[in-house]
């Protein structure tokens, strides 16, 4: 089976958990600071704080700006549902607002649309490897005095306008989650330069310690461990060769599949990493989606849907009364979107048999 995702891991990160685990030494410490500095250094950041997760690491970030009950942010529809589900830890309100049809991401124009008086802050998201268009956001965001946060979990080494992402709002949150770009199997990162917010954060993640047992505020265990670090210091090495094998992997397929499907859009002006390879069958598809799937699977190519159900049409939000007509284009997607594998570990007849199984259905 060609998978829809793997994990690129190999003899260096072995090493370096054996020296942690042989040191005896498994919590946060060493690892994770130099992980930090490492992270913030390839990032083009001043500062880089580790997470647990990728979701906690949008909890902390919102927290740390003191949105509270009350206060709405504006986040895509589109989008895993963690980087809503971070605004009601809050308890505050996510507002949703719709996406580009050709990138699937924040569009600018109904952010506008959707600012009210009690808008705090704007979660961009740069999906499945694209970023957003960051100077309009930025511009609003000024325009606005809202606070700008990047959900940057699929886009590890994107580039908007030849500068990485993570860097362009108040906070960048990152994922190292097993599927992503890089992995720790788990973890997550904060991305700052501002110094007063770096110690918030920090303080924030270790249980609101100002000092070992002085606690000044209502703090959380979200700390990254030294097993974690190790693992992300290694992947954060090779980094920039899985993102070149993804990126020459979606020129692979962008040249070779003629199927009637929608090839992922990308503007001129980005690094598009390609966390998803993510197409859209076309009206003429002589399948629906869940035939082509299982297509696929009978062929021997995994497949997955990202995401069969905007944020809003959740059963969660659907219970706290979010309607159905506010983001048609959010809501159009989810029918039609498909992603292929585009990992690091395809071979190149990984890459010619996968065209060749979905070009016999553009031939029909």
Not at 270 to 282: A, E, F, R
């Amino acid at each position: 089976m060609i998978t829809i995702a793997k994990p690129s891991i190999d003899g260096q990160e072995i090493e370096n958990v054996a020296r942690v685990l042989e040191s005896g030494l498994l919590a946060s410490g060493e690892w994770v600071q130099r992980f930090e500095h490492d992270f913030a250094e390839y990032m083009g950041t001043a500062y880089a704080v580790g997470t647990t997760n990728g979701t906690t690491a949008l909890d902390i970030a919102l927290k740390a700006l003191d949105i509270k009950r009350g206060d709405e942010v504006i986040v895509p529809d589109f989008t895993f549902i963690a980087t809503a589900n971070a605004v009601l830890f809050q308890d505050a309100r996510p507002v949703f607002a719709d996406v580009d049809e050709e990138t699937f991401a924040i569009d600018p124009e109904d952010v506008i649309a959707k600012i009210s008086p009690r808008t705090k802050a704007i979660i961009g998201v740069h999906l499945f490897g694209h970023p957003f268009d960051v100077n309009a956001i930025q511009d609003i965001c000024r325009d606005y005095g809202l606070a700008l946060i990047e959900d940057c979990a699929q886009a590890h080494g994107a580039e908007y306008r030849a500068q990485k992402v993570g860097g362009f709002g108040i906070a960048g949150c990152f994922s190292f989650y097993g599927t992503k770009n890089m992995t720790t199997g788990e973890g997550g990162m904060i991305t700052a330069n501002d110094a007063d917010l770096e110690k918030r954060l920090r303080m924030l993640i270790n249980h609101g310690q100002s000092q070992k047992y002085l606690h000044t505020r209502l703090g959380y265990n979200y700390r990254m461990t030294d097993i974690q670090a190790a693992i992300g210091i290694a992947q954060l090495q090779k980094l920039d060769d899985l993102s070149k094998s993804r990126i020459t992997n979606a020129e692979y397929l962008n040249a070779c599949l003629n199927a009637p499907l929608t090839k992922p859009g990308k503007e001129q002006e980005v690094k598009h990493v390609y966390h998803q390879y993510v197409v859209k069958l076309k009206e003429d598809f002589p399948m629906t989606r869940a035939e082509f799937m299982g297509y696929l699977s009978d062929k021997g190519v995994g497949s997955a849907v990202h995401y069969p159900l905007p944020v809003h049409r959740q059963p969660l939000y659907q219970e706290l009364g979010y309607v159905a007509e506010q983001c048609p284009t959010a809501t159009r997607l989810s029918d039609l979107v498909l992603s292929l594998p585009i990992h690091p570990g395809l071979t190149d007849s990984d890459l010619r048999y996968m065209c060749d199984v979905i070009n016999v259905i553009g031939a029909r």
